[in-house]
């Protein structure tokens, strides 16, 4: 899976890497939500290694794409995230000296 945990200076945090290149997404707008069609597995790539990715993995025929944003605005919908809730957890979070 290409959710992973780094440690950033104030404690670890999630960053997703691609699944081609393996070089860090730094921005949604950046990357892509990748999946076989039939399969469960989700992917991630750059918007640049896209192509290749699929290419290497069966043909691109086979997959489907979506935008990470979109993906995540999906994802916290199925999940019934409270937005409110999350940011003041968040920032409880941030307060703590470690």
Not at 64 to 70: F, L, M, R
Not at 93 to 98: F, G
Request: charged share 30%; hydrophobic share 40%; proline share 1%.
């Amino acid at each position: 899976m290409t959710l992973v945990m780094r440690e950033t200076g104030r404690g670890s945090a999630p960053i997703l890497v691609c699944d081609h290149c393996g070089q860090r997404i730094e921005r949604a707008s950046d990357g892509n939500v990748e999946w076989r069609r039939g399969d469960d597995k989700v992917f991630h790539t750059h918007k640049r290694c896209s192509w290749a990715f699929e290419g290497a993995h069966g043909g691109r025929a086979k997959w489907s794409a979506s935008e990470i944003d979109v993906n995540l605005l999906y994802l916290a919908h199925n999940l019934q995230v409270d937005w409110k809730k999350a940011e003041e957890r968040a920032a409880w979070l941030e307060s703590i000296e470690v």
